[in-house]
């Protein structure tokens, strides 16, 4: 997509806009909706855990889980705790080793459920990590294996776009918004990313023209619920 300035009445109207967008992100903040608060429980379940436990706890676990499912010849729990152990792994931030357990998850049955979020977890790890390469490339290889599961595909499109925003891909960052926002089923994630290409044309791309459409579209999705 091109980057092209708008006119000093395009920035005077988006200026006038400011009011509207503080308070829209602030309501859509309070309002996630489910296909991006899995992101959330992710963190807080997962790459925050609520109780601290100390780093040799939890080697032991890991180490446990890693033995029995060596042991064990039922593939279904198997693959179960090789997911555990690269759960495990990632609360130590060992992402080595959690991706040698997610792999060997993933190998046992790829389209298994369990599988998609092993992938799903290791790429957001990654992503988290500041390992944008390898975040981007887990979740384009997860995006080719979603079926059914639309929750997921519309959160690890939204990931992707956010970690090119992270990576300083502005403009590529952006456009990925815009189609995730014109190809989502999911209200609100197609609100969020309508926001969020508004907001990053205004202010990395300086592209006036293109925040006013995105702003005046995700408006459009809003109407009558601030």
Avoid: C, W
């Amino acid at each position: 997509a091109d980057n092209i300035s708008g006119t000093a009445e395009d920035i005077a109207q988006v200026e006038d806009i400011k009011f509207f967008l503080k308070q829209a992100i602030e309501t859509k903040e309070k309002e996630r909706g489910a296909a991006l608060t899995f992101i959330d429980n992710f963190n807080s379940n997962i790459l925050r855990p609520s109780v601290k436990v100390q780093e040799e706890k939890l080697q032991a676990q890991a180490g446990s889980l890693l033995a029995k499912a060596g042991s064990v010849t039922d593939t279904k729990t198997q693959q179960k705790l090789y997911f555990d152990a690269g759960n495990v792994y990632l609360q130590l931030s060992d992402l080595k080793r959690a991706e040698e357990a997610f792999t060997k998850a993933i190998n046992i049955a790829p389209k298994a459920e369990i599988a998609l979020r092993a992938r799903f977890n290791l790429a957001l790890a990654y992503k988290n990590a500041g390992e944008t390469e390898k975040a981007i490339a887990y979740f384009v290889e997860l995006g080719k294996e979603l079926d059914s599961d639309i929750e997921l595909a519309t959160t690890s499109e939204y990931e992707i776009a956010d970690t090119l925003y992270k990576k300083g891909d502005y403009l590529a960052a952006r456009d990925k918004y815009a189609q995730l926002a014109k190809e989502s089923p999911n209200f609100e994630a197609k609100a969020l990313a309508l926001l969020q290409a508004g907001t990053i044309s205004m202010y990395k791309l300086n592209d006036y023209k293109a925040a006013l459409k995105f702003f005046h579209e995700y408006a459009l999705t809003q109407a009558g619920t601030i």
